[in-house]
């Protein structure tokens, strides 16, 4: 299945937009921006040609600022304006979604498309984020995921939106990459989990078409159902909703290791 390559899907223009505005996020809040990355369909693989821009990030305050008695916001959300959609979460925040586990922040931290990288932080979180995440805990994670869009837009309908087509099928083939591959996360990007799934050929080829249907489609282009493709989700949602069960418990190991990287990252 071939690629998309992702330079193509973000406009220098906008790139410049988009680093002026994290450097302007960063003088507002007097926070310190870890790393932001470009989330959703232009970092999985299957952008439309009016894809919005979901850029996320991780900022610290000093660590005078959380010495306080009184919680603080621990998210970052601008307005969105026209194809601009940037938020970020404070890292205590991801340090402890991390912990239950979330595989949001590891996904995050795997993203191709990069706005603001600080290798000196970043390379922990990485280290600790593979440390605490095993991929069989994730999987209550991408079987909600993959359920409430399963619902909400594909059950029931004839034809689907393609954007949500494949809101449904990513997370799907994610709980199909654990249980074929235990022990290993899903990668991020879209065609290099369908291509290491075990998938049957034809069915690849209908991925494929659909991707390129996308590609050319506006955010509310929809297409037909694929019969085989619908039954290979709602086989993976099974195996999701009965392997569901295993909890997270953090041990202290996890908790003396995120404590001692928030302070070092607050520093």
């Excluded at 970020?88 to 191709?112: F, H, M, T, Y």
């Excluded at 199909?176 to 080829?205: C, K, Y």
């Amino acid at each position: 299945m071939s690629g998309l390559a992702y330079d193509a899907v973000i406009d220098p223009g906008r790139r410049s937009e988009i680093e002026r505005g994290i450097r302007d996020i960063e003088a507002a809040n007097q926070v310190k921006i870890l790393f932001a990355i470009e989330s959703g369909s232009r970092a999985w693989g299957f952008p439309s040609p009016d894809s919005d821009y979901d850029v996320r990030f991780v900022y610290a305050h000093t660590a005078d600022s959380y010495l306080s008695v009184f919680d603080r916001r621990d998210v970052i959300e601008l307005p969105i304006e026209g194809d601009l959609d940037i938020n970020g979460w404070d890292i205590r925040k991801a340090l402890a979604l991390l912990l239950k586990p979330n595989p949001v922040l590891l996904e995050w931290l795997s993203s191709p498309i990069r706005y603001k990288w600080n290798e000196s932080a970043c390379q922990p979180l990485l280290d600790f984020a593979h440390a605490v995440v095993a991929p069989g805990e994730c999987v209550p994670h991408y079987y909600h995921l993959a359920r409430r869009q399963w619902q909400r837009n594909i059950e029931g309908e004839t034809a689907v939106n393609l954007k949500k087509y494949f809101y449904v099928l990513r997370p799907a083939l994610a709980i199909r990459w654990v249980r074929l591959h235990p022990g290993l996360l899903p990668p991020m990007n879209f065609q290099e989990l369908v291509s290491r799934v075990d998938i049957d050929p034809g069915l690849q080829a209908e991925i494929s078409d659909l991707l390129q249907a996308k590609a050319r489609a506006s955010e509310v282009g929809s297409g037909k159902r694929i019969a085989a493709l619908d039954d290979l989700i709602e086989a993976e949602l099974a195996w999701g909703e009965e392997n569901s069960g295993q909890k997270h418990v953090t041990s202290a190991a996890e908790r003396a290791m995120a404590d001692e990287l928030f302070r070092k990252l607050v520093k």
